[in-house]
């Protein structure tokens, strides 16, 4: 349904409810973080961002032009081979598979005594990995920016020059 | 796949395939839509596919949320999720909202500029522009005005 | 949205609620699931919430837009500060044990809550500047024809 409709609002708004449902079942594999984002993200912010873009630029798309068949073919090629790709990977919920075996345990034994925050998510994003989550956050800095550069600033100047020339 | 396909098997890879399934649903809305809120929907599937993909690889089977008790003993027999896919995905999701909201203001920003939010209008418009170019300075050159 | 008296109030009522709530999320989240970046998001929410429902002129009146873009920036130098202020103390690059030489346990407990701030400040003004951006424009659809 998501695919065929025309109704951009609509697809906005199921998008909204796509992410709230993705949070519970994030809440259902244990990622309780994982899930407070998106909920917060994708149900609060991206719905409001979508409807801001619907309502600057148009609700309704346009009927597709070209038949969907090249499209299809590809993407049934591209689904077929990460299927393939996945005959191989440990079942799910498999305490003994290779991601689990690593740093997982040396993080879970090392935690309590290094740094003395309960919740490990935090204790890894902010600690462990603090240059990963730096430049995280320095990404959405430069999208920030960016936005900014693109709406914000090119609104003013215009605002600008209309004053002067009234 | 030396012990053939076993119920468990099925079981144990059946969420692998539902976000495959997920993915290549993204994957076809960007292919074969030509409207770009839409488009910038199908990443959004995506990358939320890719999300699930990583977070259902770190459960572990009986396992809770990887939070330590506050106050007390850790109790050793406890098995907690994998915390590291959750950091990830969580950096993941507030850097996918960051870019995708880039996303729509470049779309916004189209819509200025050309007056519509599709492929073929574009194009059109892009051809408009070519063929009235070409008018203007093929008389400018006395190149063949065709 | 002048006519919704229920929306109005309750929004009045919630929007405290939800800072609030940020606020915990942020600090409490060595404790429990919560961190920056949920709690620059859900406080980020709270000011979009009251823009839609009232106007942004009365956000703006609060959190200006010259603020937004300077915290922004605030929150990254203040991640990074943290960082430089261990590498002056002799350590590692965002090493926080050197927060606090007597007990690094303390000071890995400092370095998170002042990266933590960084990180709730830049998602907050991010966020913030780009709702600011979006509703910056005229738009083409007008209130009736949704």
Redesign the interface.
Known sequence: M??RTRS??A??ML?GG??LV?AA??VA??????????A???A???T???L????????Y??A???K?WL??F???V??AA??YG??????????N?P??RH??PE??ER?????????????????Y??????G??????T??????A???AL?RRRRRGEEEES | ?QQGVSW??L???????LF??L???G???V?????F??KV?GL??FQ?AV??LY????????????????HGE?DPAT????????????????????????A??????I?EEYG???E??IWEAEQEIAARERRQYGEVFGEGSQ | MRHHLILRVITKILAGTIMLFAFY?QFH???????G??AG??L??AF?LYG?VFSVETVQRVMP?WLV?RA??L??LL??GT?VAALLLGYN??D?AALNAHD???G??L??LL??G??GI??T???L?????????T???GDE??
């Open positions: 998501a695919v951009l609002f697809l906005a998008s796509f992410s993705s079942l994030f594999l244990d990622a309780v973080d994982v899930a407070f984002t998106e917060a993200v994708g609060g912010i991206s409001v961002l979508m801001g873009t619907l309502a600057l630029t148009s609700r798309e346009r597709p032009a070209h969907p499209p299809l590809v993407v049934t591209t689904g990460l299927i996945t005959l191989d990977m440990p079942d799910f919920g498999d305490p598979a991601a689990m740093v997982m993080y879970l935690i309590p005594h290094e740094i003395g925050v309960p919740n490990i998510v935090t204790a890894i994003l902010a600690s990995r603090g240059y990963d989550t730096m995280e956050t320095a990404v959405v800095f999208a920030g920016i960016g936005v900014v693109l709406l914000a609104a | 796949m468990e098997y079981v144990g890879h059946a969420n692998y395939w495959v399934l993915m290549m649903t994957l076809y809305i292919v074969a839509r030509g409207n809120v839409k929907i959004n599937m939320s999300i699930m977070i259902s690889m770190g459960k572990v089977a009986g396992g809770t949320a990887p939070i330590f008790p506050i850790i098995v907690y999720t994998n915390p590291l896919p959750h950091v990830l995905m969580l950096t993941a999701i507030v850097v996918g909202i960051a870019t995708t909201s880039l729509l203001a470049l779309i916004v920003r819509r519509t939010i599709e073929q209008g | 999320v989240g060595d404790y429990s699931p919560g961190g970046f949920q998001v859900i980020a929410v979009i839609l837009p873009h922004m920036a929150g990254l991640y990074a960082g690059f965002l926080y690094p346990e303390h890995q407990e370095g998170i990266v933590e960084g990180v830049t998602v003004a991010v966020m500047s780009i709702y600011y951006a979006f509703v910056g424009r738009p083409v659809i024809e949704w």
